[in-house]
């Protein structure tokens, strides 16, 4: 999870919410109801993991970071707690840092105190609104900090404002890009080694892992996982007017060891009649809306993924216990051999 990214994507993974503890916000009425009208009309099921990030979702995401099974948020902050400078050392003084999805600024920064006189913030997230917060607290703290928030959806075509000088790094935190499809993550991952060229990126992955402690990390004790599953439903009762019954869904996530991805899905308990943009949907007993997949990499994985969109792998910093990695992946300048 919960990772997500924005387009196509989502959040944890899970990776997190960007405005909350890794993941984005997202979304128009107009969008959701055109993506739940999909994903109601088509068999099987899905739709994107975005949608969880209304306020509510967003509190919710925000509680799951907190949760003893749920570990990628903590481990990632221990990691770049530890080794944020020898990342500075790597980027170099007046290094301008762009995120991809502004978070909930706890990760960068970390990355802001360790870098040596960081030239530049560059957060990038599709809704202004928490681009403008997120903006505004960081040039109160970082009173020498030029801050330029970029509202855009970075899975597609992005510019970036002019380089300042200083190496550019890439800030994608959260295993976010686990919510990609493979061919999705390629596309994104060409596409920030564009933008960085000269520079790097700093890419947190979930690590492959015992199967038990992700199933851990999606099925926790306390439910919250699943009120942040069926929330999506709640949302869409809120603001779309459909009548789903909260209590004839059940949460089911589980990992899916041959495709190396966790899933998450809302199973229908029963025969049910859904209503939206006076339409009709009948979801069968045992019928699922599949809400978010969340890949887990192996190192030699995203090296090959790195090397094949662009980039030259270099370090790469773990815990102790090899459940999450942060890879500083360099992308060569043109005039680089």
Known sequence: MRATATGTSSRRGR?????????????????????????LSQAPHRISPKYFYDAEGSRLFDRICELPEYYP??????????????????????????EFGAGSLRKVRLLLDAFEAPARYVPIDISGEHLRDAAAILRREYPGLEVQPVVADYTEGLQLP???????????????????????????????????????LLLGVDLVKDPQVLHAAYNDAEGVTG??????????????????????????AFYNAPLQRIEMHLVSRARQAVALAGEHFVLEEGETLHTENSYKFTMTGV?????????????????????????????PSRSEP
């Open 15 to 39: 990776a997190g919410n960007s405005a909350g503890c890794g993941l984005p916000r997202m979304g128009m009425t107009t969008e959701f109801a055109h993506d739940m009208l999909a994903a």
């Open 73 to 98: 948020t903590r481990t990632e902050l221990q990691i770049l707690e530890r080794h944020g400078a020898e990342m500075a050392a790597l980027a170099g003084p007046g290094a301008e840092i762009v």
């Open 162 to 200: 002019a380089s300042g000088g200083g190496k550019r790094v890439g800030f994608f935190p959260g295993s976010t890009i686990g919510n990609f499809t493979p061919d999705e993550a390629q596309a994104f991952l060409g596409s920030a080694a564009e933008l960085l060229r000269g520079g790097a």
């Open 227 to 252: 009120l942040f599953n069926l929330n999506l439903l709640a949302r869409a009762n809120r603001e779309l007017g459909t009548n789903f019954q909260l209590r004839q869904f059940a949460h089911y």
């Open 303 to 331: 090296r090959a993924l790195a090397q094949r969109a662009g980039f030259r792998p270099g370090p790469v910093w773990t815990d102790a216990d090899g459940l999450f990695g942060v890879h500083w992946l360099h992308a």
